[in-house]
């Protein structure tokens, strides 16, 4: 039974879920190949790009859990469905970018809106899942976000090239395209989604009463302060928010800076650097689905979100010395599996010891604080390349972020029972 739901719920809701999720990611990191025209074409240096980068990390922060909040007051249907068309509305209102005051603030209000929906799904999927499953159903669900790279960067490559084309730059047209999609998908989530197991009709009747029993009994034998601020009383919340601080400031200051980093290695057309900023995404999906996979049947959750953190932390301090395209590009492919690698397993941690609003503001409480990381890693690399005009300094930043979150994971206290042998 427990195979034949999880199953079940994995088909029906994960694939959804994951679609959603690579609209999001590429809403977010699409400015990251708006760098090859629009800062010439606005006269942005590093630093002030690097900032407007971050900046959505800071709406990100301040709207995280009030958002999270009402998802659970009105329910994750509704609420993702309507975060989804603002967003989308917001991303294609970039075409209106003239200088740094309009690029500030909209990637501020992108964050803001933006910030219910990641941990508002981990939220969900939690409330739909078994523990033994989470681990492998978050890496499946995030595997999105490396694969938004993979389609998103000859997508966003190829837009560049309509630049002049109906009087918008090519930067334009891609802000524009790419933003269509979110509003479209938050009108089919109104319809797809259900909030809760017991309003799901393609459960049989057994299958949603083994659900909901088991789901019971996972809540009745735990442990864990309850409500919403009694999560942010727990002192193993803000230990993962530190590492998932460091995870995103290396997830994100090398996504963003990629296509820059690249063409400055290369000078390829845009085209072939959105093929090339790809490749590294490749093997992150492939990694990222079967490390949650094996966290999930072992029932260990550190080693498995600290080693690729290690693994990745070297790549990126080797990486700051190569000039040349090829060894970067094999390099920085590690760093991104090594990043990636650790959603799975880490987000299943918090998960085993989260329940009711306090899921809700712990989860978001960790996703924000962690994606100030985002604010982070694009802002230190531009602000260092604009001093030395290198990258090699700001690489071995957020490099030693990502070791420093591998050594903090492993002191993370776990509640004691979980699961050691495999479904």
């Known amino acids: 039974m427990e195979e034949a739901v999880v199953r079940r719920l994995t088909w029906r809701l994960v694939?959804?879920?994951?679609?959603?999720?690579?609209?999001?990611?590429?809403?977010?990191?699409?400015?990251?190949?708006?760098?090859?025209?629009?800062?010439?074409?606005?006269?942005?240096?590093?630093?002030?790009?690097?900032?407007?980068?971050?900046?959505?990390?800071?709406?990100?922060?301040?709207?995280?859990?009030?958002?999270?909040?009402?998802?659970?007051?009105?329910?994750?249907?509704?609420?993702i469905a309507s975060l989804m068309m603002v967003w989308g509305v917001i991303s294609a209102a970039m075409v209106f970018v003239s200088g740094p005051r309009s690029f500030y603030t909209l990637r501020f209000l992108l964050g803001a809106a933006e910030a219910g929906f990641f941990p508002g799904v981990i939220f969900y999927l939690k409330n739909w899942f078994p523990v033994r499953a989470r681990a492998r159903t978050v890496a499946r669900f995030m595997t999105a976000a490396p694969l938004s790279f993979v389609l998103g960067g000859p997508v966003s490559g190829a837009l560049l090239e309509l630049h002049l084309k109906a009087g918008l730059a090519?930067?334009?047209?891609?802000?524009?395209?790419?933003?269509?999609?979110?509003?479209?998908?938050?009108?089919?989530?109104?319809?797809?989604?259900?909030?809760?197991?017991?309003e799901a009709a393609w459960l049989s009747s057994e299958e949603r009463a083994w659900l909901l029993a088991t789901l019971r009994r996972e809540r009745e034998g735990v442990s864990a302060e309850s409500g919403s601020f009694g999560?942010?009383?727990?002192?193993?919340?803000?230990?993962?928010?530190?590492v998932y601080f460091g995870l995103n400031t290396v997830?994100?200051?090398?996504?963003?800076?990629?296509?820059?980093?690249?063409?400055?290695?290369?000078?390829?057309?845009?085209?072939?650097?959105g093929v090339l900023s790809a490749t590294p995404y490749v093997a992150a999906a492939l990694a990222m689905a079967a490390v949650g996979l094996h966290s999930d049947r072992s029932g260990e959750r550190q080693w498995h979100t600290a080693v690729p953190a290690?693994?990745?932390?070297?790549?990126?301090?080797?990486?700051?010395?190569?000039?040349?395209?090829?060894?970067?590009?094999?390099?920085?492919?590690?760093?991104?599996?090594?990043?990636?690698?650790?959603?799975?397993?880490?987000?299943?941690?918090?998960?085993?010891?989260?329940?009711?609003?306090?899921?809700?503001?712990?989860?978001?409480?960790?996703?924000?604080?962690?994606?100030?990381?985002?604010?982070?890693?694009?802002?230190?690399?531009?602000?260092?390349?604009?001093?030395?005009g290198q990258f090699k300094g700001g690489l071995l930043l957020v490099s030693a972020a990502l070791a420093v979150s591998g050594a903090v994971v492993l002191m993370v206290k776990l509640p004691a029972g979980e699961p050691k042998t495999p479904i």
């Open 15 to 79: 694939p959804f879920l994951f679609l959603l999720y690579i609209v999001a990611y590429l809403d977010r990191s699409n400015v990251g190949f708006a760098a090859l025209q629009m800062q010439r074409q606005l006269g942005f240096s590093d630093a002030v790009f690097g900032l407007g980068l971050g900046l959505f990390f800071v709406g990100y922060f301040c709207f995280q859990v009030p958002s999270n909040l009402v998802l659970q007051r009105v329910g994750a249907r509704r609420w």
């Open 170 to 198: 090519g930067w334009q047209w891609m802000f524009l395209m790419e933003g269509i999609p979110a509003v479209l998908l938050g009108v089919v989530t109104l319809v797809y989604l259900v909030d809760r197991p017991e």
């Open 231 to 242: 999560a942010l009383k727990m002192g193993r919340i803000w230990t993962l928010a530190l």
């Open 251 to 273: 997830s994100y200051g090398v996504s963003l800076w990629l296509p820059t980093l690249i063409k400055s290695l290369s000078g390829l057309s845009n085209f072939k650097v």
């Open 310 to 388: 290690f693994a990745g932390a070297i790549a990126l301090s080797v990486a700051a010395y190569s000039t040349s395209v090829g060894p970067s590009i094999v390099l920085i492919s590690v760093a991104v599996l090594g990043v990636f690698s650790m959603m799975g397993p880490f987000w299943a941690m918090p998960t085993s010891f989260l329940y009711g609003s306090a899921a809700a503001a712990g989860i978001a409480v960790i996703n924000s604080i962690g994606n100030l990381g985002g604010f982070v890693g694009p802002y230190v690399i531009g602000l260092v390349r604009t001093s030395t």
